[in-house]
């Protein structure tokens, strides 16, 4: 089982990667996944989507394949999306533009974070406008991680207890739902039932 894990904040040092490396951990240590691959967003590292992508262009191609082999073998997905001004970061956005096929009909666990009590205007967006083509496989459960600065840190004594153990356990209770959809997508895959040349995109 190997599960993706992609890091929507543009900032080099965010919550959001904490948050993953948190979940990259938590994946491992309790044998959710046998492997783990991690994307960070940092740093704006995919330009803006243009239609060269469409024509084979060979420094597209140079910088997404090796992104596109892990993944394509990834069985599951965990989307890390802070809240910027209400919204998903244009980052993530743009990722979604990038690749179809390598997420085509695998599961996903939404974890919006948030530095006060929002957190949920990200989760409605990417359940809204970042599936259609790629059909990736939003679960019905989600995490918002509120006041993020104040859990999940390797220091006990930044930490407010109470919710950093809830959102430990919360995590890890999504992460072992994440994994079955995985196990179970895997089979709809492999039934043929997805494959498709006449409507490769939805509707």
């Not at 390797?154 to 430990?168: L, T, V």
């Amino acid at each position: 089982m190997k599960i993706g894990i992609i890091s929507g904040s543009h900032r080099h040092q965010s919550q959001s990667i904490k948050v993953a490396k948190h979940i990259e951990t938590t994946l491992l240590e309790t044998g959710l996944a046998d492997e783990t691959y991690l994307f960070s967003l940092a740093g704006n590292p995919l330009p803006l989507w243009d239609e060269a992508i469409w024509e084979g262009d060979q420094s597209w191609k140079a910088l997404l394949d090796p992104i596109s082999k892990e993944l394509s073998s990834c069985d599951g997905f965990v989307v890390i999306a802070p809240e910027y001004h209400g919204q998903v970061p244009a980052g993530l956005k743009n990722f979604f533009l990038m690749w179809k096929y390598e997420v085509y009909h695998k599961p996903a666990l939404i974890v919006s974070v948030s530095s006060a009590d929002g957190g949920s205007y990200p989760v409605a967006e990417l359940r809204m406008s970042s599936y259609k083509n790629n059909r990736i496989c939003y679960l019905p459960e989600h995490v918002i991680i509120r006041n993020v600065e104040s859990v999940l840190n390797d220091n006990p004594d930044d930490n407010n207890a109470d919710a950093d153990r809830y959102f430990r356990e919360r995590i890890k209770w999504a992460l072992g739902i994440l994994k079955e959809y995985a196990v179970a997508l895997k089979q709809v895959r492999k039934s043929g039932a997805t494959d498709t040349d006449k409507f490769g995109n939805g509707m």
